[in-house]
């Protein structure tokens, strides 16, 4: 998705690593996804139903 | 002792003989208080000799740290991926933080073959998505490596 759009960096953070990260965001389990600090998904989704959450603030249909 | 297996060596070897733009990893490291920036440097560096595409840039966190700054990064280890592409440095805004270790390794080879020309694997309405996004965005994917 970075790569695809200049307005999104994304950080592919190992939890165990950085404790002070993985508290911060309440990273109970893995993979979890932070976006912009607010949203928040948990697990794998499948491609549509995570590019529609992430990116739900662009959209005109809403969350 | 290389931490990649000689399958695996060939297989990527293979992989980033279809790459057709140079691919840049810069190393955020730091000498003290940084348990696993050797691990990653060591992984990193197994990287370069499969493919003359590929080059490491290390970049101290502490003595350039204005460097850093501009990849949005403030602790180590940590990559981003660049590519060039006409001559021009190009950031994919791929950054990793910690160890690529374990299955995280795949997810980074999968990102430098993707720096290196690889057409994104996402759909039409993904695109269409992301193409709506006009205001800056920043994604942290968590994973533990397993």
């Known amino acids: 998705m970075a790569f695809v759009s200049p307005h999104i960096t994304a950080f592919a953070v190992e939890a165990t690593e950085f404790p002070d990260l993985a508290r911060r965001y309440r990273v109970n389990g893995v993979p979890k996804t932070v976006v912009d600090e607010e949203i928040e998904i948990l697990g794998a989704l499948p491609e549509s139903a995570f590019v529609e959450q992430a990116l739900a603030k662009f959209s005109n249909d809403g969350p | 002792m290389a931490l990649i297996s000689s399958s695996d060596q060939e297989r990527l070897r293979e992989s980033f003989a279809g790459m057709t733009r140079p691919v840049n990893l810069r190393f955020f490291t730091q000498t003290l208080d940084c348990e696993t920036c050797l691990q990653t440097k060591q992984i990193l560096d197994e990287l370069p000799p499969l493919s003359d595409r590929i080059t490491i840039d290390e970049v101290n966190l502490i003595l350039e740290g204005d460097t850093a700054k501009a990849y949005g990064i403030d602790r180590a280890p940590a990559i981003a991926i660049t590519y060039e592409e006409n001559g021009v440095a190009v950031d994919t805004r791929i950054r990793f933080l910690g160890a690529p270790a374990g299955y995280e390794f795949i997810s980074l080879i ?16 993904s695109l269409a998505r992301l193409a709506a996004v006009d205001k800056p965005v920043t994604m942290q994917v968590f994973t533990t490596p397993t």
């Open chain 2, 110 to 125: 999968q990102a430098v073959l993707l720096a290196g020309g690889r057409p994104p694997q996402l759909s039409a309405e």
